[in-house]
């Protein structure tokens, strides 16, 4: 537990942003992990020769116990076989001897028939011949030369039956002899066999005796993968609770920056409507001084005509003296005028045709209103300032997910493993050096050594979902690194005790194993 809380504590610590100011510490623990990872390659080297020893030989073990068991169970049944056909050759025999008994006694019977049969015609004569040649009545002889042919087929058929009686003897014999025969070869196979079933007990024996310490062993073995799995489980709770907390923390953090974003947006959408409001009351002050300077400049111009109606006035008066006065002195007679128009004159209304000069009036004063600053276009641009992501705020993992690597999958998930415990992944065999890729987007939350799972990386991709990267070769990302679909996260190796090269590749939900292979395409 200390273990694992120490291993979160370096992982929390290297995510956080004083950790990643830090450049000294960075590249002191990358030479101390480059260290131990030496170290570690070197006693694996060391030790893998050992490993593959024991391996080999807990296999060949293995396959001669199981080849010796196999001899067993073929030898007692060729056993029982035996015994089987030893039973059913004296049954057989027993069988025969009865009927070799039986017949004995037909073909003696057949014999004591057929001399009787021949005692009695040599005792009472009878000869064909002697029949012929006794010249007796022809009616008797026929009587007698018939009764001799009856007596004479009795005979053949006497002695074919007991002709067939030595024969079916004679078979019954062979049979029994062969049987007897077969009985001798049975009991020799059977003390063979029973020789062979002696031989391989004390072979099995053996191997068990051999095989007690590699199961020992194996039961350590076991027990060592079932510390390696809590440990690792204990990590991932650890890491989902700091997950947890840090995506807490941030949110509360985001809030906060949010409220005072608001905040200062507020304070300068206030500032700008005051500007605004400051730049209306400017421009209508303009204004109203641009309307009274027009005013002043309309009232001056007004001055300025009747001062120069009232110098016309006095002008046309003096010429009017003059012209009479000229009129005195000369002869009378017409006197040519200018033109009033030509002289830039006019009649002026209600002034008894007199003529003032015509002029422009004077332009007012044309006020440009003030453009408005962009005070709204700056408050949407600050509130769209892009978020740095949070751990745990990913969109999870969705199923049909491309492998880390190709390889030929090994064990399982939720099945029984060799050395012991059951699957809560899967291995993915590939090549050593070969690269592994992210399955989903997400955060660098674990990139270290673990017992029992060599270089170990971890990636979260919220939504509680973890996916676990171990035996890895080279860790070639770090903690709060932000990985997307594909990007190469490490390279393929046997680390962590490991004997042939693979990714050991897990999926975690709510930091419970899931099966793999729901969620992967393979």
Do not use: C
């Not at 080999?56 to 007692?76: G, H, V």
């Not at 007796?136 to 030369?145: A, I, M």
């Not at 709204?376 to 199923?399: D, F």
């Amino acid at each position: 537990m200390r273990f694992a809380a120490g291993l979160l504590g370096v992982a929390i610590l290297a995510g956080t942003p004083l950790a990643s100011s830090a450049a000294t510490d960075l590249a002191s623990r990358q030479s101390e992990a480059e260290r131990q990872q030496a170290a570690l390659r070197n006693r694996i080297e060391s030790l893998q020769k050992t490993i593959d020893q024991r391996e080999a030989a807990r296999k060949e073990a293995a396959d001669a116990l199981q080849a010796s068991e196999s001899a067993i169970s073929s030898i007692n049944r060729r056993l029982r076989e035996l015994a089987d056909s030893h039973r059913a050759a004296e049954t057989d025999l027993a069988a025969l001897e009865k009927q070799i008994v039986s017949q004995s006694a037909v073909l003696t019977q057949r014999r004591g028939e057929l001399a009787g049969q021949l005692q009695a015609q040599y005792t009472s004569g009878l000869s064909p011949w002697s029949e012929l040649l006794s010249g007796g009545d022809p009616q008797e002889l026929g009587r007698n030369l018939g009764y001799l042919e009856y007596v004479s087929r009795a005979r053949s058929q006497a002695v074919i039956e007991v002709r067939q009686d030595i024969e079916r003897l004679s078979a019954l014999q062979k049979r029994a002899d062969s049987r007897r025969d077969d009985l001798q070869r049975l009991t020799r196979d059977t003390e063979r066999e029973k020789e062979a079933l002696v031989k391989q007990q004390q072979t099995r024996a053996t191997l068990l005796v051999q095989l007690e310490g590699q199961i020992t062993a194996q039961r350590a073995e076991a027990s060592r993968l079932g510390r390696d799995d809590q440990r690792l489980s204990q990590l991932i709770d650890d890491l989902s609770v700091a997950i947890t907390r840090q995506a807490e923390e941030e949110a509360r953090r985001r809030a906060a920056a949010e409220a005072a974003r608001r905040a200062e947006a507020a304070r300068k959408a206030e500032a700008a409507r005051q500007a605004e409001l400051a730049r209306r009351a400017e421009a209508a002050r303009q204004a109203e001084a641009a309307r009274q300077a027009q005013r002043q400049a309309a009232q001056a111009q007004r001055q300025q005509q009747q001062q120069e109606q009232q110098q016309q006035q006095e002008r046309q008066a003096r010429e009017e003296a003059a012209r009479q006065q000229a009129q005195a002195a000369r002869p009378s007679g017409p006197v040519a005028m200018a033109d009033p128009d030509a002289a830039g004159l006019r009649p002026v209304p209600g002034s008894q045709g007199s003529l003032i000069e015509t002029r422009e009036p004077t332009p007012a004063v044309q006020v440009k209103p003030v453009e408005q600053a962009p005070a709204a276009s700056r408050a949407q641009a600050a509130a769209q300032e892009e978020a740095r992501p949070l751990v745990g705020e990913g969109a999870g993992l969705r199923r049909g997910l491309t492998p880390p690597v190709r390889g030929q999958v090994q064990g399982r998930f939720g099945l029984g493993r060799p050395e012991g415990g059951v699957w809560r992944g899967i291995v993915l065999r590939a090549n050593e050096g070969t690269p592994v890729k992210s399955v989903a987007p997400g955060t660098v939350v674990y990139a270290q050594w673990l017992r029992g799972f060599g270089n170990l990386v971890i990636v979260d991709h919220g939504q509680q979902y973890l996916t676990v990267y171990a035996y890895n070769q080279s860790v070639l990302k770090q903690v709060g690194d932000r990985v997307a679909t594909g990007d190469t996260i490490a390279t393929v190796g046997a680390t962590g005790g490991q004997v042939e090269s693979g990714l050991y590749f897990e999926i975690r939900h709510r930091g419970a194993p899931v099966d793999p292979a729901q969620w992967l395409a393979l």
